[in-house]
Each structure stands twice: as C-alpha cells, then as structure tokens.
C-alpha cells in the first residue's frame, strides 16, 4: 500500500524525544485485529489486520518428511504414487504438539502461521471427507493435525493461514498433466473439471470446519497456467464463506482479481534473485515475502545451510521497508518437532523484536526507498500514536545517514534513546551521524519526528 508521504512532504507532528515516544507509542503492536473503522468492511480491517502483522511464520509438512529430502522427494527422486503411497502407513508424528509449536511461534513475535494442508504431492494433512488420502484416514496418526493447531492458535490469538496446492501429483483427475509430476505413474486420462470440483470442495472443508482462519494461501497454479482453474468461483467461495478471510495465490505472477495480497518467494519485493518475481510490486494489495530458514522449505535432513538470526532480522526489517511481512519457513520433522536450528533462530528473532517491534509491527513502508545503508518504515498519527519514521541501519560500519534537505526540521534519536543524533547540513542534505555506541547488531534504529508541517 502507499505511504502516508509523498517523499514531497511531511504532515504536522509533535517533537517528541525518542524515550518519550517509547512511551506514548504502544510498547508492541496488537496481536488482535484492530477495531473495525467505520465502514470498514470485514475484508479491509483483514487487509489492515495483515499489514499491521509484519511477520508470519511458514509451515512445510507432510509426509515427505519422513525422507528428510524436501517437500518435491517424489518429483525429484521420480517416486511412482504406488511406492509413494507406502509412506502415509509409516507417518506417525507422535511428538507433534500444536501447543508447543503456537508457543514458539508466539516467543517469535509471529503474528500469525500458514501451514500446509496440502502440498504438490497431494496428501492431505487435515481431516478431508473427500479422500482417503489423508491424514486421518491413511496415517497410523489418525488425527487431524490442523484441527490441533486451528485451537492453539485461537487459544493464543495467532490467525491461521492454509496453504494449499492446486497443483497435485497423485490424484486421478489432474489431467492433463501440467509441468511437473511426470514419474508418478499416472494413468493418461483424467476429468479436469472433477479435480477442479475436489479442490473446491477442499477449499470449501478448510473454510468450513477449522473456524474462523486468517485466508488461503495457494500455490501451484504456475503448473499448469492455461488449465481452467475457475479461481474466480474458488476466492468468491472463499470470500463467502469467510469475508474476513485473505486470499493469496503464489502463481508467479501480478495479482489477480479477488486476491487480497501479492506474494513474494524467496526474494523481497522488487529483487529476482531466485528466479520466481518477474511481477512488480502492485500498491494496491499487501505484500508478504516467503523465506525459507535454510535452503528446503519441508524438512530436509542434509540442508543444514541456515541463516543467522542477523540474516533473518533484515530481512524482517528489508521487507517491512518495503511495505511487505516476512512469512519465515520451518520444516518440522516425521515425528511432530521442528529442530533446534529454527527454534533457536525463531527465539533470537523474537528477543530483537521486544525491543524493536515497535519500529515493525503496525508499520508500512517508509517515505524514504530502500537505500545502500537500510530502509525505512514508518508510523502514521493515528490511533493516538506519535508519527514517526524509524530509519533501519542494516550495515554496522554505516555511521551516518544524510536525508533529503526537505527533512531538514527533522529530530532523530536512537531507539528508545535520550540523546539526539548530531545533525548538520551537508553534502545536499540534512547529515545524521549515528552514536558509535549503543549500535545494534544487527539493526541499529533512528527514530524520526518533525516539529512543523513539511511542504509537499
Ligand atoms: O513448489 C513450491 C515449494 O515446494 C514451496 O511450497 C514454495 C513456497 O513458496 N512454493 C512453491 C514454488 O513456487
């Protein structure tokens, strides 16, 4: 969404140092859904609810793990569905704790989790009356794993995202074959409108019977783009059943109608390293960027490739700089937990956002674009809180900032600090040079306010 500033300009705001501020802005964004606006529709105050929230937390599981080799074994390793099909009688997650895992979300700061209720190789992880192909009925388990988690995360006031493939390898009808999924041993025939018809009707149970859940989150389509999908009927069933109820489509490509945030995977929006964002950002919808926390999204026993909690907090603040949330990824293993690697890491990052989370959550995208020493977000005045920008410094040997001359009535102090930031005209601008002190690791925070109207 845009921001309150045109970087023509700034509105009134009160001088208030940084400590002061502290204390008048909440000490950490709302968990819960803000009161509805007047005229606020249930799916706008959701848009606002998820673009306050900043940070997600992903979950890939299913079956596969039990291979420890990734969410695509089957694809990859050309596993035929007749082999496939032996892994669902030897899934028994015994450990699994949806308590456990909402508890540790919740020590993250995640505001909310998306999890897999089924993924490209088609097994369901929830309790679905149109297949036996699940959970319930095709594991020793035999429970419903995301009923488990849909209570936990009520209890705990976490919002609870379902991701679900369209596109999937095992079952009958996905025919024609799309890009993937070849070596399944597949029949050559298949009625497309009744796989179009069992995916709807699974949309339908997700929405139905896990209660009130934070949307969808699809992926998949990008398989077979030219298929008649009818993604129209599936958002508008989904808007129906649930108005409150965000639906995001990880196609690869601009959103379309009916979506209610564009996704990002792999890369912040507007970057195309890994190969999957040639769209451009839209304004128009929220943003949310994918990251794995290692390089495999479903347990992946070889892929000890992690990133630092360092890497994973600038990424947080390099997507919220970008007006995007960061849905950071977990593969938990065959019996229920998720590893040491990512817990650590999800601690570490919660720890920085207790004292940080105010310059994150209920934030959008600064005034300022991203810039060689960080990025910027930015609080608006509304709800009773100070209009502040927070300058994200992202690269420790950064020791001062200059702005745009037009800021010149700018006051900066650190975070939580006392003491203001020197500031002197120079070189077409207003210079901030940063405390050698009290710098943060792994972002060191400015908070900014203005004393008198900025011209625009
Ligand atoms: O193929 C999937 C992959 O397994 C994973 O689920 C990611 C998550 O964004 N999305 C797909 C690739 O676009």
């Known amino acids: 969404m845009t921001n309150r500033f045109g970087i023509g300009g700034f509105r009134r705001a009160l001088v208030i140092g940084g400590a002061l501020a502290g204390l008048l802005l909440a000490p950490e964004a709302r968990a819960e859904e803000p009161p509805a606006r007047p005229e606020e529709t249930p799916n706008a105050l959701a848009r606002r609810w998820f673009e306050d929230a900043k940070f997600g937390l992903f979950v890939h599981w299913g079956v596969y793990s039990l291979l420890g080799k990734g969410e695509w074994v089957m694809n990859n390793d050309k596993i035929p569905i007749a082999e496939y099909r032996k892994l669902p009688p030897q899934f028994n997650p015994t450990?699994?704790?949806?308590?456990?895992?909402?508890?540790?979300?919740?020590?993250?700061?995640?505001?909310?989790?998306?999890?897999?209720?089924?993924?490209?190789?088609?097994?369901?992880?929830?309790?679905?009356?149109?297949?036996?192909?699940?959970?319930?009925?095709?594991?020793?388990?035999?429970?419903?794993?995301?009923?488990?988690?849909?209570?936990?995360?009520?209890?705990?006031?976490?919002?609870?995202?379902?991701?679900?493939?369209?596109?999937?390898?095992?079952?009958p009808d996905y025919f024609p074959l799309g890009k993937t999924g070849h070596d399944a041993g597949r029949e050559e025939k298949g009625d497309w409108s009744k796989y179009v018809a069992y995916y709807q009707g699974q949309v339908r149970e997700l929405c139905t019977n896990y209660g009130e859940i934070g949307g969808l989150w699809f992926d998949g389509w990008w398989d077979a783009p030219e298929a008649a999908w009818d993604l129209e009927g599936t958002y508008k069933l989904i808007h129906d059943l649930q108005p409150g109820a965000l639906v995001g489509n990880n196609h690869h490509v601009a959103p379309f109608p009916g979506e209610d945030f564009q996704m990002f995977e792999q890369d912040l929006p507007g970057e195309n390293s890994a190969g999957f964002n040639k769209a451009e950002a839209t304004t128009a919808l929220p943003l949310e960027t994918c990251l794995t926390m290692n390089e495999s999204w479903g347990y992946n026993s070889r892929d000890d490739h992690f990133k630092s909690a360092e890497q994973i907090v600038r990424a947080l603040a390099g997507a919220a700089g970008r007006g995007a949330n960061l849905l950071l990824n977990v593969g938990p293993k065959p019996d229920g937990t998720i590893g040491p690697e990512f817990a650590e890491r999800l601690l570490a990052v919660g720890r920085w956002l207790?004292?940080?989370?105010?310059?994150?959550?209920?934030?959008?995208?600064?005034?300022?674009?991203?810039?060689?020493?960080?990025?910027?977000?930015?609080?608006?005045?509304?709800?009773?809180?100070?209009?502040?920008?927070?300058?994200?410094?992202?690269?420790?040997?950064?020791?001062?900032?200059?702005?745009?001359?037009?800021?010149?009535?700018?006051?900066?102090?650190p975070l939580g600090g006392m003491v203001p930031l020197k500031k002197e005209m120079a070189g077409g601008g207003v210079k901030f040079t940063l405390p050698d002190d009290d710098r943060d690791p792994y972002d060191t925070i400015i908070s900014v306010t203005f004393p008198v109207p900025m011209p625009r």
């Open 354 to 413: 207790e004292g940080n989370g105010k310059a994150i959550y209920g934030t959008r995208k600064g005034p300022i674009p991203p810039q060689p020493w960080g990025v910027t977000t930015d609080r608006d005045g509304s709800e009773g809180q100070v209009p502040t920008i927070y300058l994200h410094i992202l690269k420790p040997d950064v020791n001062e900032v200059t702005l745009p001359e037009m800021l010149v009535e700018a006051v900066a102090f």
């Open 95 to 171: 450990k699994f704790d949806a308590e456990e895992w909402v508890k540790l979300a919740k020590s993250a700061g995640v505001r909310y989790i998306t999890v897999t209720t089924k993924h490209h190789d088609g097994f369901c992880m929830y309790d679905s009356k149109l297949t036996d192909y699940d959970v319930v009925d095709g594991s020793p388990y035999a429970k419903d794993p995301i009923k488990a988690l849909a209570d936990a995360c009520r209890k705990h006031r976490i919002k609870l995202f379902f991701y679900y493939s369209l596109l999937d390898w095992h079952h």
